[in-house]
């Protein structure tokens, strides 16, 4: 964590000289550099984001496993329509219940959402078992996924893609090299 916040800070500070430092360049549109490094933030911002799902994830797979059942399923939301079991599972003696959206995403149009919801619940029936992990600390968090959900890669891909979009054009402009192919000027 410190090492994050130490190179954070340090980018900052490089950002910080380079501004100051734009003065002295000529023919440098300022506004596009601007928008640039206000990127570069963005992109390390959603890394550093999704950094931490998987690190939380990667506790997940230490987590014990068992056997939960099927209590009850319904349908939520109304704008984010999304399947939802609750189950119970004992430890130690002591039962417990959950709630899951079984992985299924919530975007699309509101019909294609509800049918996505439905079709998740046909195949899940009350009385049936499904297989989760808990927390040993506090055994009363559980959960059926296992792994980063499926939006994080395309998370990861974004965030760097605009951060190494952002530091490129910096290092462009900042270089005052031009090529055939010119960025638009704002």
């Known amino acids: 964590m410190w090492l994050i916040l130490l190179s954070v800070s340090g980018s900052v500070i490089i950002i910080f ?8 360049i000529p023919n ?7 928008v640039s490094i ?11 984001i999704e950094k931490s799902a998987k690190t939380y994830y990667d506790k997940i797979s230490d987590w014990p496993r068992t056997e ?12 984010a329509v999304l399947p939802e079991v609750i189950y119970q599972y004992s ?9 899951s ?12 959402r509800t049918l996505t919801a439905q079709t998740a619940l046909k195949n899940e029936h009350i009385g ?16 059926t996924q296992f792994h980063p959900p499926w939006n994080y890669y395309g998370k990861i891909g974004f965030g760097a893609f605009i951060y190494a979009g952002a530091l490129m054009i910096i290092l462009f402009r900042l270089s005052g090299k031009r090529n055939k192919i010119s960025l638009p000027v704002m």
């Open 68 to 79: 939960a059942e099927i209590i009850a399923k319904q349908i939520t939301g109304e704008r």
């Open 91 to 99: 430890v130690d003696g002591k039962t417990y219940k959950g709630r």
């Open 28 to 34: 440098v549109n300022n506004y596009f550099l601007y």
């Open 38 to 48: 206000i990127l570069l933030f963005a992109g390390v911002f959603l890394v550093l």
């Open 101 to 112: 959206d079984l992985g299924v995403p919530g975007f699309g149009g509101r019909n294609k």
């Open 17 to 24: 000289l380079i501004v100051l430092s734009l003065k002295k």
């Open 128 to 143: 049936a078992r499904l297989l989760i992990a808990y927390n040993p600390d506090h055994p009363s968090v559980s959960t």
